[in-house]
């Protein structure tokens, strides 16, 4: 019955995405008892330039190198 | 004052688009009795290959043709 | 493998999300084909005061009457 | 940590999602004392035909010059 | 910067709730390499007579004994 | 036609949410050129157990004194 939304930007690789949704999807049914066939997972990814943190784009944060301090990627 | 949003993989037509937009919002005026003109309908499409069920990809599972058991289409 | 969010404000009686859910998924199920074991429906409903209208809150609108020009509850 | 999620039409320019991610975040961090780097803010762009008021997509509207009464843009 | 909104049915306790957040954060974390103090999980419990799947709530379902098909718990 | 969804932990005051949906309406308004009357603005409150960053909930944070450095409040 899980859904789950996971809000990243853009940029992750097929294998990475089937990572986040084979773990996300284990947790629920290992931690809830959930029934795996009824947990979803979907992602969606954002643009650089849609996603704001500290009030700037993330995009602008990278050309400016300063996202390091907010996220590795 | 509603707000839905849909959430489905890619693949829908134009006028299925429409048909969902339609009923959905007839539906709540009808049952709620809200006002057409405030009630909005959101379709978020999202690739399969970003759409897990039971731990893996749509897009997988249908390649497989395993999504029988899930979801007819 | 849909999944609906209806936001709406508090208010709706039982029977009211009842018709809500099985009409949102038959659409889908008629529509899209879809199976309706994987098809979800969720209804969030928010508080008058946190849902606003034209920079105002949907509790002081009714408090003022002045829903009538944007919702009919 | 609020996180914001502003969905609107396609069509905005860089400039203005700029203004939005500014504006929004600067109004969580004056009116609720929030640590800007802490505050995230999402803009999700849906196309036109996605997007239904009053039962019928924007894309309708617009083509039948009737968004002016609901929407300026 | 991921944000990840996890919806379920009312019932998790505490620590499967602390379980899901620090399960989900070290994924986005490991699979992703995202900074884990930009990394937020939000958990939204909904009511079991909100939730519906194959048109029904999961409360009514549960009622009769048929969520078992669905979800184990 | 926005909608907005501002997702908070819970404690903000009647006048701090008025003030947020307030100015989120003007900002849509202003920089978008969007008829206030079809833009809708909602806060969803969120309980500090149920909100984590870095992998745990904003309530333990908190009891151990350690969200100052990632929100003020």
Same mark, same amino acid.
């Given at each position: 019955m899980?859904?789950?939304?996971? *809000? $990243?930007?853009?940029g992750?690789? /097929?294998?990475q995405k089937?990572? #986040?949704v084979?773990? $996300?999807?284990? #947790?629920?049914?290992n931690?809830l *008892? ?7 997972v979907? $992602?969606?990814?954002v643009?650089?330039? *849609?996603?704001?943190i ?5 995009? /602008? #944060?990278?050309e400016e190198?300063?996202t390091?301090n $907010?996220?590795k990627?």
């Open positions: 899980p859904f789950v939304e996971v *809000n $990243i930007t853009v992750a690789t /097929k294998s089937a990572l #986040l084979e773990g $996300i999807t284990d #947790l629920l049914v931690v *008892n959930k029934n795996p066939s009824s947990t979803q979907v $992602i969606k990814e643009g650089t330039e *849609n996603w704001g500290s009030g700037r784009s993330v995009k /602008k #944060l990278r190198g300063k390091a $907010i996220s990627t």
